[in-house]
């Protein structure tokens, strides 16, 4: 491809493609059930948006929603935060991936790093989570108590969350590269009934014991009943760890167990997901049985266009949101492909690899892995047989237009390019792909159905072809019930509410086109994104403020659309005390130890003084606004510092970093 710029048209779906569309089939069924017309995707979306209720509704219908009791009305409050959603309802997330599954197919093809392929078949995965189920409810675990796993993306972690969710607990996850004091940051909030854990993990080649790390788990969470182990390393003494072991726990179940689903509201907790601000301890987000169930069969249907053929797969984690949307591909009848390892061993082939020998169909992966392919200079369509794959999805941070080029040019000529963006707060991407629309280079094809997204000015205006807040007008079922433990939901109205009373300020920035597509250009605020998984700042600070040697602490994310993610660090010493490489690795140990090792900084900077409000907060971004270049004047004001003498610095890191 030459000539490629922004807004460049890179594809065009086939008349076959539209044809066999699941978003042209609801469109059909509209027509047929609702005597409603469409004469394109944005009709739909305007009319998504607009009769919400009717939409939400439709989808019920249309998808068949396993319950023993529907709702009245789709939506009796439609106010945010506060929206109340199909009152009366009561159904089961876990019952209704049962309903659609598919006998004699794959439900998942998982590998782990070090070992071979497998395929688990439905009746595999509802017989172990029937025998994981009877035996939560023989300990005493009630709909409302929690329980949490410190595991890696395997099946058995699915497993565990469809036996907690047909009980009716409340599910919590967080991946074992997670230290010990981030994973308690999460799970103490919400203290946990029952734990589920591995032994260890393998990652790039290298073993990982966790059993140290779980120790201090079940030390530091007083309220555990039961701490089930699951062995991945497969040596050592288990039993130290007072713990049953996955394999005995099945092996000791009557392995002829019903696999029963308490009937649950519409709005009972399903899980806890944890998004962090700036300040205090991660955010656990709850949200519920019905709203998520509703939002992935939307997300995995129509806008992803899954179908009973196809095999899904999507890098990530358990301490990832994507991990949920990945399970939610099951509710398409997909089989879902299941990784656990570093994408990048042995080398930067080993998921083109794995789409190859699984025949994947949709390739989930990141604008920072299509990157690193780049710079690998690897040809994945040279090497493996990729002919299968379809579409493409990234989410994580902006696909720069070089990404969109690679992608067409070194996996697949002819597959939809789905760029999406929206976040752990609603576990959904609300902008992304739309199987009836083109792709252009750079762009994201638009707002997703039932999500009323738009830029907004500072003044509170909607604004076409600016870069803008990103923002949510209308409620959708997903959006967070509440924040665990968050009296008259403060914090929750803190967090989203607090710029535009009554609108979902996300926290990005975004800009859309007179077409209606839509670029991401990173965060708005100060929130640290590595890799798709958000971290608090203060999490970070905590850390390393821990050490002795260090007096205060400044780090920025400066992820940005076109740019490579790079996080520096920046630290005030004790007199005397020099940034030595021991120093240095000290940090960094400690960052990667209690945090994860995701976080740990590009580089760390020795610096006199952090800038400060006369209110005493850390000027993350206003410092963050002038390292991506922005005049000093605009992003920062002196007279609302402590000491403004701070900013130069970093003006003069600015000017170093646009020389690059």
């Keep these: 491809m030459t000539d490629i710029s922004e807004g460049s048209l890179l594809w065009r779906p086939s008349p076959k493609v539209i044809e066999n569309a699941n978003l042209t089939h609801y469109m059909h069924w509209l027509a047929d059930q609702r005597g409603l017309t469409f004469g394109s995707y944005g009709d739909l979306w305007d009319w998504s948006v607009t009769q919400v209720a009717d939409f939400w509704q439709s989808l019920w219908d249309y998808f068949g929603v396993t ?35 598919w ?23 509802r017989e172990k989570t029937a025998v994981l189920a009877q035996h939560l409810r023989s300990i005493g675990v009630q709909p409302g108590d929690r329980v949490v796993a410190y595991m890696p993306h395997i099946p058995e972690t699915i497993i565990a969350l469809f036996a907690a969710a047909s009980v009716g607990a409340v599910w919590s996850s967080c991946s074992p590269d997670f230290g010990s004091r981030s994973v308690l940051d999460r799970f103490q909030q919400i203290e946990p009934t029952v734990l589920l854990a591995v032994d260890g993990y393998t990652y790039g080649g290298k073993r990982f014991d966790r059993r140290e790390t779980i120790a201090e788990l079940q030390e530091g969470l007083p309220t555990l009943r039961e701490t089930i182990l699951v062995s991945l390393l497969g040596d050592g003494d288990l039993r130290e760890l007072d713990a049953i072991v996955w394999d005995d726990l099945l092996a000791q179940t009557d392995v002829s167990a019903d696999l029963t689903f308490e009937q649950l509201p519409f709005d009972h907790p399903l899980w806890v997901l944890y998004s962090s601000g700036t300040t205090g301890r991660p955010k656990p987000i709850v949200q519920s049985h019905g709203g998520i169930l509703l939002e992935h069969l ?23 949101m994507m991990w949920n949307f990945l399970i939610g591909g099951l509710l398409a009848g997909a089989s879902i492909v299941v990784y656990n390892g570093s994408p990048g061993y042995p080398d930067t ?49 902006p696909l720069t237009v070089d990404n969109f ?32 629309l083109p792709i252009f280079a750079g762009e994201i094809q638009g707002a997703c159905l039932g999500a009323k997204v738009q830029a907004f000015n500072d003044a509170g205006e909607a604004v076409v072809d600016e870069v803008g807040e990103l923002v949510i007008t209308q409620p959708m079922p997903s959006m967070p019930l509440y924040f665990w433990n968050d009296a008259d939901n403060v914090r929750y109205r803190d967090s989203y509410f607090d710029m535009f009373p009554g609108v979902w300020r996300h926290g990005d920035w975004i800009k859309f086109t007179e077409r209606g597509g839509c670029v991401i250009y990173g965060r708005s605020d100060s929130t640290i994104n590595r890799q798709g998984i958000r971290m608090g700042t203060s999490e970070i600070y905590q850390a390393v403020e821990s050490l002795d040697e ?72 206003p410092v963050r606004r002038i390292l991506l270049g922005q005049d000093v004047n605009k992003a920062a004001n002196p007279g609302a510092m402590r000491n403004p003498q701070a900013i130069g610095y970093f003006v003069e890191m600015a000017k170093r970093l646009g020389e690059l």
Aim: aromatic share 10%.
């Design 405 to 436: 080029v690679w992608v067409y040019e070194h996996v697949n000529a002819d597959l939809a390019l789905e760029s999406v963006s929206g976040g752990t707060d609603l576990c959904t991407a609300f902008v992304g792909g739309c199987r009836l």
């Design 550 to 621: 260090v007096l205060d602490s400044l780090v920025i994310d400066l992820e940005l659309l076109g740019r490579e993610s790079y996080m520096p660090l920046f630290v005030v010493l004790r007199e005397g005390v020099t940034l030595d490489a021991d120093l240095q690795r000290r940090i960094k140990q400690k960052i990667r130890a209690d945090i994860s090792p995701r976080h740990v900084p590009n580089e760390i900077f020795a610096i006199e003084q952090i800038p400060y409000t006369l209110s005493g907060k850390k000027m993350e971004v």
């Design 103 to 125: 006998h004699g197919r794959p439900a998942i093809y998982a590998q782990n790093e070090d070992q071979p392929l497998r395929e688990i078949g439905w009746e595999e995965i």
């Design 349 to 397: 082939n080993a998921l083109w690899a794995l789409a190859a020998q699984t025949g994947m169909t949709y390739f989930g992966t990141s604008a920072a892995f299509v990157s690193a392919c780049m710079k690998a200079g690897i040809q994945p369509n040279r090497d493996f047989d990729l002919r299968a794959i379809r579409a493409v999805g990234s989410t994580g941070s």
């Design 298 to 320: 939307k997300m995995a249907v129509l806008h992803l266009d899954l179908q009973p053929d196809d095999r899904f797969f999507w890098y990530t984690s358990t301490g990832w």
């Design 67 to 101: 319950a023993s009791q529907t709702a009245v009305t789709p939506l009796s409050n439609s106010a945010m935060p506060g929206a109340a959603w199909f009152p009366g309802a009561r159904l089961n997330y876990a019952e209704n991936f049962f309903a659609r599954m």
